[in-house]
């Protein structure tokens, strides 16, 4: 067994290499920190051990409480290699620099930092980031401000989804929402883990809540949604014009569940998105419109070659940006196919094949293990499924 003192040693060894890895917070003389000189100590060294284990998985971080976890992880998301620039070609041309300390009162405190890199005798701002602090048992934890930011905010629990809103919540469609996710977590065989829901006005906003002050890479974007998953919850917070939950979109909502279920590095694009026209269409476009456009515009040609244009991601949409793409509209009806005579684990097992490959051989592999269809009678098979389909 090994020594009292030679496992302390080894602590601190661990502690300073785990230091090491992110650089500290360079605090301008002009901060104005805590009276106590021993908690403005405690809290800096706490803040820079919070960052130097940001790298690593978020629920791994001593500094963030299980309670915090959730809304944490998704600004943690946000700080993961924030010191680097690709323009620059420096892992560490940014650096974080402390801006801001607003003690609240004896327990609780909020803390502004920024990432800033010297290019040319010119500051360059790449983000900044607002955290809470809590004092609890003589230790400091950090947390989003994002329950802080919506402390005034109404809340709505339907079925496993707790929806937060300013003024008025659609629950119809909230209602459709929950029911689709029951749908799409049955059918890939997934746990039914609860899902938080916040409605932000614009991406400004969803940033703002979650503690981002500003990021290089997010100028000029207005809408986005940011997600995490801890805990066996899945936090949404959305910053799409939808704050009242007027509307949602079936065909992403398939992509995120599936993401949930499936690891997403084994997931076929082609099939994935297969299934997103099957079950939730695109672009506003149902299913069975999509069919219908698809059959007047490509298949209405009987020398169309379906493998050549399945490899070719032929596009029958409207327009490039509100594309409709042939290799995933034959996906649809595959997966229909297999749904139908073999079940959906069959499906998962197209669905998780591995990642799109120019050759497509491990897309072919599964799939003519499962139907039967290979690249020999591709042709074929793709026209009787067109024929047979919409009826």
């Not at 947390?143 to 930011?149: I, W």
Request: net charge positive.
């Amino acid at each position: 067994m090994k020594s009292k003192q030679s496992l302390l040693i080894e602590l601190l060894f661990i502690t300073t290499l785990s230091f090491a890895q992110t650089n500290p917070l360079i605090v301008p003389s002009n901060i104005v920190l805590p009276k106590d000189t021993l908690i403005a100590n405690h809290l800096l060294k706490s803040l820079n051990g919070f960052l130097s284990q940001k790298e690593s998985p978020n629920k791994e971080n001593v500094f963030v409480l299980k309670d915090d976890l959730l809304e944490t992880s998704i600004l943690l998301d946000e700080m993961k290699g924030i010191e680097k620039s690709v323009k620059f070609k420096d892992d560490n041309f940014y650096k974080g620099y402390l801006t801001n300390v607003v003690q609240i009162d004896k327990s609780n405190f909020i803390i502004q930092f920024s990432y800033i890199g010297i290019n040319e005798n010119t500051p360059v701002l790449n983000a900044s980031f607002e955290i809470l602090a809590k004092y609890i048992d003589d230790k400091f934890y950090f947390l989003s401000p994002l329950q802080r930011n919506t402390l005034s905010w109404q809340t709505k629990k339907i079925g496993n989804t707790t929806f937060h809103f300013k003024k008025e919540l659609n629950t119809k469609v909230a209602t459709e929402y929950v029911k689709d996710v029951a749908l799409f977590d049955k059918k890939l065989n997934a746990q039914q883990d609860n899902i938080s829901w916040y409605g932000c006005n614009d991406m400004p906003e969803l940033l703002k809540s979650i503690g981002v002050l500003y990021k290089l890479e997010y100028n000029g974007r207005s809408v986005s949604t940011f997600n995490a998953n801890e805990n066996n919850t899945t936090l949404l917070v959305n910053g799409t014009y939808n704050t009242n939950f007027n509307s949602f979109d079936p065909h992403d909502l398939w992509h995120e569940r599936a993401r949930n279920a499936i690891p997403k590095n084994t997931i076929n694009k082609p099939v994935d998105e297969g299934c997103a026209y099957l079950y939730g269409g695109s672009w506003g476009i149902s299913w069975a419109q999509i069919l219908k456009t698809f059959k007047e515009k490509v298949a209405s040609n009987p020398k169309s070659d379906w493998l050549s244009l399945y490899d070719g991601f032929y596009n029958f949409g409207e327009s490039k940006e509100k594309h409709l793409i042939v290799s995933y509209l034959i996906n649809a009806l595959i997966v229909e196919k297999i749904e139908k005579e073999k079940g959906f684990p069959a499906v998962i097992e197209l669905l998780s094949c591995g990642k799109y490959e120019k050759n497509n051989d491990n897309y072919f592999k599964v799939l003519e293990k499962l139907t039967g269809i290979n690249r020999s009678n591709f042709n074929e098979s793709v026209w009787a499924l067109i024929k047979k389909s919409g009826k």
